[in-house]
């Protein structure tokens, strides 16, 4: 009797035991396929290193959660939803709890659908279609190896601080307007209009025989570092380079891009340059220190069931007129002409025609948390979010740890909080949203958190 007491302990403990799989699959894209990131057509001439789709998979009591993060500009809700089907349909594990995200590196390939920056044609936009149509299943792949490796693991989370790589790019100016970007020592700089986030979520993966696996790391700053015409994932190269060396291969480091919608890299206090692969490389060791430092104070994550939901927030779009539409129209012919059209007129082009193939109608916005036990959770947001936004989702969430993953299961492109969207410039030009809409994703963030926490109790 004692025995069979004994082994049916056994087998609950197993059954409660975490299981993690980490893998990568190369989705570098040809040669010569249309590079995003910027208002004009480029083909690619080069890779300085290569993209990749890199996933996670935990699974606890027959439950799986999966993240998927990719080298890419943006991911348009059809691929993640393709994505999340096929995963769903032949690993059986439910589209609501695969998160699906992009780290936005500006020199990633351009993905048809959703993009209106670009006017391609001929070789281009045949590579193009080409590469989109395929990607759904390169990310399928690589969760599908993460889910066939899957072992007895131990995760650790911590929470690392990096103040000195990510600055607001929103400044007060002398004439009391909001400037975006206004320069390095411009003289008419004020202060800065908003904060940064400075925290580095890092969820670290190691085996049962206590080697590692992999790790997971969120920072809240713009990938555009480098520009040109080679193919790179920008600053996480160089952090997953880093952190491999200084814990060992295999190690896979999964990057995702946190509430970064109004902080890039520039210094403008400072004059020397910032731009290429070497401050790439710089910002991404420096950040692969700050993950090493956090992992000094590492704690194990404690036992508790996985859980994931996905709500959908519909968000109001910002109104426009006939007049508006019609010089939209106009200019968008000119995208990637060398005689297009002055940068904020496209800008502003892209917006009111995006928000005209809606027809105007409030835009479902997917807000999905996944969570372990009562200590980890993931929310992600679809577009690129004010850190402010950001910042007040971590507030309000009741776990421990909290990493808020923007540009995951689609791209709707600027989310600004209603302040930004009274002082203007380019972000909020751009947003197809009205004010008010980065509010409720955070409303909807909160309350999702708050039942995910109630129900691991």
Known sequence: MRLIFALAALAMMASAEFRVGVAQVDITPPLGTPMAGYYSNRPAKGTHDPLHAKAMVIEREGVRIAMVSCDLLSMPGHIARKARTLIQERLQIPASHVMVSATHTHMGPVLIGGQLRYNLDGEMLRLAEVYTQTLPEKLFEAVKAAADQTQS???????GHEDSLTFNRR????DGSVGWNPGKKNPKIVREAGPIDAEVPVLYVESAEGKPLGV????????????????????????SKALAAA????????????????????????????????????????LA???????GTMEEVPEGPLAASTRMAKLETSPFTQEELTAAKADAVTFGRKDQAPFLRLVKAGRILAIAAENGQPISAEVQVLSVGRSVAWVSLPGEVFTELGLAIKLGSPFTWT???????????YIPD????????????????APGSGEKLVETATVALVEHLQKAQ
């Open 153 to 159: 693991a131990t995760l650790y989370l911590a929470r």
């Open 171 to 174: 400044f007060w100016m002398e």
């Open 216 to 239: 997971y790391v969120n920072y809240a700053l713009h990938l555009d570092t480098v520009g040109g015409s080679q193919y790179t994932a920008d600053y996480p190269y160089a952090l």
């Open 247 to 286: 814990k060992g291969d295999p190690l896979i480091t999964l990057f995702t891009l946190g509430a970064a919608g109004n902080l890039n890299h520039v210094n403008v206090r400072s004059s020397l340059p910032q731009s290429g692969h070497g401050e790439a490389a710089r910002i991404g060791t420096v």
């Open 289 to 295: 220190a700050a993950v090493l430092k956090a992992l």
């Open 403 to 413: 990493s808020v993953v923007t540009q995951a299961n689609e791209s709707f492109g």
């Open 418 to 433: 209603r302040k930004a969207h009274a002082q203007g410039a380019y972000e909020a030009v751009s947003s197809r949203f």
